[in-house]
């Protein structure tokens, strides 16, 4: 199984600065088709998971573009480029090019 | 598109339950579906995808042998069927639409969970 790594655990921002938040996958997530699926879910407390990122860096529909995605093989990354009070939640990658879908282990965001 | 989630509640260790997700918003038949937990105050966990006919199924190691997905096209409804329940089994359940931006095998394209319902929590506990 494709094991999903992300960094850091916590990430206390203050408002309007960017956050960044790393994930790291065991293995290349490039298929055999020439993609990579390479998604971005946010959390919001209390609420399910919505898509945010797919394919390392095309935002999915309604996704504000304060948001990016980028990375490539095994290293990719989120970026916020100006934190807002409603994106306070917990983010996770997840991979989809190869059954078991497998996610990173969560980073909280939240305002100092 | 809207995804309702039922079926959850308390159940004691080596019992069943059934989920029911009701999907409405899209042609259902057309897309993958599939059920992703998350237990107390953790982090997500994929279970299982079932392909648009239904034919084609996947699973986590630690469901395989004890839950069974299925589909009924006809009630656009996706089902869980958890047997030999176990405490490490105690989560919220959410069901998903499949986005279907991904490699296609079976007539259904595979990619992320882009809607989500809302849940339905499974307690397994004596």
């Known amino acids: 199984d494709i094991v999903m790594t992300q960094t850091p655990l916590s990430s206390p921002v203050t408002l309007g600065q960017p956050a960044s938040i790393s994930c790291r996958s065991s293995?290349?997530?490039?298929?055999?088709?020439?993609?990579?699926?390479l998604s971005w879910l946010q959390q919001r407390p209390g609420q399910p998971p919505r898509l945010l990122i797919y394919?390392?860096?095309n935002r999915f529909s309604g996704v504000p573009d304060r948001f990016s995605g980028s990375g490539a093989g095994t290293d990719f990354t989120l970026r916020i480029s100006r934190v807002e009070a409603e994106d306070v939640g917990v983010y996770y990658c997840?991979?989809?090019?190869?059954?078991?879908?497998?996610f990173g282990g969560g980073t909280k965001v939240e305002i100092k | 598109v809207h995804l309702f989630e039922s079926g959850g509640g308390l159940v004691r260790p080596g019992g069943s339950l059934r989920l029911s997700c009701a999907a409405s918003?899209?042609?259902?038949?057309?897309?993958?579906m599939t059920w992703v937990r998350q237990a107390p105050g953790k982090g997500l966990e994929w279970v299982s995808s079932?392909?648009?006919?239904?034919?084609?199924?996947f699973y986590a190691d630690s469901v395989r042998g004890r839950f069974t997905i299925s589909r009924d096209n006809s009630k656009n409804t996706v089902y869980l069927q958890m047997d030999s329940l176990r405490a490490d089994d105690t989560a919220v359940y959410y069901c998903?639409?499949?986005?279907?931006?991904?490699?296609?095998?079976?007539?259904?394209?595979?990619?992320?969970?882009?809607?989500w319902g809302q849940g339905t929590l499974v307690t397994v506990s004596s």
């Open positions: 293995q290349s997530l490039e298929h055999s088709d020439g993609n990579t699926y």
């Open positions: 997840m991979q989809a090019t190869q059954f078991p879908h497998t």
């Open positions: 918003g899209f042609t259902f038949s057309d897309y993958a």
């Open positions: 079932i392909g648009g006919s239904g034919v084609i199924t």
């Open positions: 998903a639409k499949v986005f279907a931006i991904g490699y296609c095998f079976g007539g259904t394209c595979y990619g992320p969970p882009d809607y």
């Open positions: 394919k390392i860096s």
